[in-house]
């Protein structure tokens, strides 16, 4: 048993996720590791970190939210920790995007979080402490070419972790948001190189992060910042201050 309790990761499996699983099962936490298709890549991840286990779920329904915070709130320990990492970007001019993508990517990015958060700091308000950090993006707020759809959702997060700040701080409740930039992941290695060149020149430190930076900034709100809440943290090499 860890001496730390529960830090439950969602879209925990790779990427962002992943990394967030690693340096929370460091600083010694038993780590849960939600995913919603990457089950292989949840179970290597697993083996990896002492003590971790896996959850399935589509957080996109209330039936699924509720049964995944059923599931981590009977284990041994309590949660301590909630990193809403899941999310889904579908990008697209405003004048071709989809109704379809609106709800799709709502669904998980937004009410999916918010489900979840809820039942989760249920869990947290019982022992008096939790702390929950919301990964959202700097396109939340910067604003992003084609990204109508997920640059509000992700913006959302950010207002739903100050007003959640508040809400919950007479419970021992910390509630931050995490917003990194252009992180080196699978998605952005796709991106073609004249894409990829033209955002390194937007970057002051003119290279992307990496997943385990923004792991860093993620534990230390885990583990630390005990006077810290209702802060959107940036991760993004300068690209934009806050």
């Known amino acids: 048993?860890?001496?730390?309790?529960?830090?439950?990761?969602?879209?925990?499996?790779?990427?962002?996720?992943?990394?967030?699983?690693?340096?929370?099962?460091?600083?010694?936490?038993?780590?849960?590791?939600?995913?919603?298709?990457?089950?292989?890549?949840a179970l290597a991840l697993a083996d990896e970190i002492q003590g971790a286990r896996t959850f399935q779920a589509d957080l996109g329904t209330e039936e699924s939210a509720e049964l995944l915070a059923q599931a981590v709130g009977a284990l041994e320990q309590p949660v301590s920790v909630l990193v809403n990492n899941a999310g889904l970007s579908v990008d697209?001019?405003?004048?071709?995007?989809?109704?379809?993508?609106?709800?799709?990517?709502?669904?998980?990015?937004?009410?999916?979080?918010?489900?979840?958060?809820?039942?989760?700091?249920?869990?947290?308000?019982?022992?008096?402490?939790?702390?929950?950090?919301?990964?959202?993006?700097?396109?939340?707020?910067?604003?992003?070419?084609?990204?109508?759809v997920y640059g509000m959702t992700k913006a959302a997060l950010d207002n739903l972790t100050k007003t959640l700040a508040v809400e919950l701080a007479p419970f021992g409740i910390l509630v931050n948001s995490v917003a990194p930039g252009f992180i080196d992941t699978a998605l952005t290695r796709r991106l073609p190189e004249a894409e990829k060149e033209a955002i390194l020149a937007r970057i002051p430190l003119k290279r992307m992060g990496s997943p385990e930076e923004v792991a860093e900034v993620v534990e230390f709100l885990a583990t630390r910042g005990g006077y810290v809440t209702g802060a959107v943290l940036h991760v993004n090499g300068g690209i934009y201050g806050g």
Not at 20 to 40: E, M, T
Not at 120 to 146: D, E, F, H, L, P
């Open 92 to 148: 697209a001019p405003l004048f071709f995007a989809k109704l379809q993508d609106l709800e799709e990517v709502f669904a998980l990015n937004v009410r999916g979080t918010w489900l979840l958060t809820k039942r989760i700091a249920r869990q947290m308000q019982r022992k008096n402490q939790g702390r929950i950090i919301n990964i959202s993006s700097v396109v939340g707020a910067t604003g992003n070419a084609c990204q109508s």
């Open 1 to 41: 048993m860890s001496g730390r309790g529960i830090a439950l990761v969602t879209g925990g499996a790779t990427g962002i996720g992943a990394a967030c699983c690693r340096a929370l099962g460091r600083a010694g936490f038993q780590v849960a590791i939600h995913y919603r298709s990457s089950h292989d890549a």
